[in-house]
Protein backbone atom coordinates (compact mmCIF):
# COMPACT_ATOMS: atom_id res chain seq x y z
CA UNK A 1 0.00 0.00 0.00
CA UNK A 2 2.94 2.36 0.70
CA UNK A 3 3.70 2.27 -3.11
CA UNK A 4 0.93 3.51 -4.37
CA UNK A 5 0.61 6.15 -1.97
CA UNK A 6 4.50 6.94 -3.22
CA UNK A 7 2.86 7.22 -6.17
CA UNK A 8 0.37 9.15 -5.53
CA UNK A 9 2.66 12.27 -4.18
CA UNK A 10 5.14 11.84 -6.77
CA UNK A 11 2.32 12.24 -9.39
CA UNK A 12 0.08 15.18 -7.59
CA UNK A 13 3.91 17.11 -7.60
CA UNK A 14 4.73 15.92 -11.17
CA UNK A 15 1.02 17.28 -12.42
CA UNK A 16 1.60 20.64 -9.93
CA UNK A 17 4.52 21.32 -11.65
CA UNK A 18 3.14 21.15 -15.29
CA UNK A 19 0.47 22.84 -14.28
CA UNK A 20 3.25 25.62 -13.94
CA UNK A 21 1.45 26.42 -10.38
CA UNK A 22 3.48 27.00 -6.99
CA UNK A 23 2.11 24.83 -3.83
CA UNK A 24 0.76 28.33 -2.60
CA UNK A 25 -1.14 29.04 -5.91
CA UNK A 26 -2.68 25.25 -5.88
CA UNK A 27 -3.75 25.64 -2.46
CA UNK A 28 -5.71 29.14 -3.23
CA UNK A 29 -7.70 26.94 -6.51
CA UNK A 30 -8.26 23.95 -4.73
CA UNK A 31 -8.93 25.23 -0.93
CA UNK A 32 -6.48 22.02 0.53
CA UNK A 33 -3.70 23.77 2.85
CA UNK A 34 -0.50 24.62 1.61
CA UNK A 35 0.95 22.45 4.71
CA UNK A 36 -1.23 19.44 3.56
CA UNK A 37 -0.01 19.72 -0.36
CA UNK A 38 3.40 19.64 0.73
CA UNK A 39 2.85 16.80 3.07
CA UNK A 40 1.18 14.96 0.58
CA UNK A 41 3.77 15.54 -2.16
CA UNK A 42 6.15 14.36 0.32
CA UNK A 43 4.83 11.25 0.91
CA UNK A 44 4.24 12.20 4.43
CA UNK A 45 0.84 11.82 4.15
CA UNK A 46 -1.69 9.89 3.02
CA UNK A 47 -4.37 12.24 1.00
CA UNK A 48 -8.33 11.13 1.57
CA UNK A 49 -10.32 10.79 -1.55
CA UNK A 50 -11.97 14.47 -1.40
CA UNK A 51 -8.64 15.81 -0.88
CA UNK A 52 -7.53 14.23 -3.83
CA UNK A 53 -10.79 15.19 -5.67
CA UNK A 54 -10.43 19.20 -4.68
CA UNK A 55 -6.63 19.42 -5.77
CA UNK A 56 -7.93 17.26 -9.24
CA UNK A 57 -10.05 20.20 -10.17
CA UNK A 58 -7.07 23.10 -10.59
CA UNK A 59 -4.70 20.93 -11.94
CA UNK A 60 -7.51 19.53 -14.81
CA UNK A 61 -7.79 15.97 -13.83
CA UNK A 62 -10.60 14.03 -14.31
Known amino acids: MASVMTSVGKKLKKFRIAADL ?3 ELSSLSGVGQSTISS ?7 PRIETLALLCVPLKKN
Open 40 to 46: IERDAQS
Open 22 to 24: SME
